[in-house]
């Protein structure tokens, strides 16, 4: 597995954890990072304007 699908994984995992225990609009991106022990920077650097686009990201990866 690349290190970009690596970090990828981790963001989802951590936003599916959060979303056990929150509503999506409850959450932020620091939690998302802070559970994926990743920084904003690399956050954004995947996911480009807000954390809408991760989720766009797993309905695409897990749905369609």
Do not use: G, Q, W
């Not at 939690?31 to 996911?47: D, P, Q, R, V, W």
């Amino acid at each position: 597995m690349r290190d970009t699908d690596k970090t990828k994984k981790e963001f989802e995992k951590s936003l599916f954890k959060l979303l056990s225990k929150k509503n999506y609009h409850d959450i932020t991106v620091n939690e998302i990072c802070s559970l994926a022990n990743k920084t904003k920077m690399t956050f954004y650097h995947y996911y480009y304007y807000r954390k809408r686009t991760i989720m766009i990201s797993l309905l695409m990866r897990y749905v369609l």
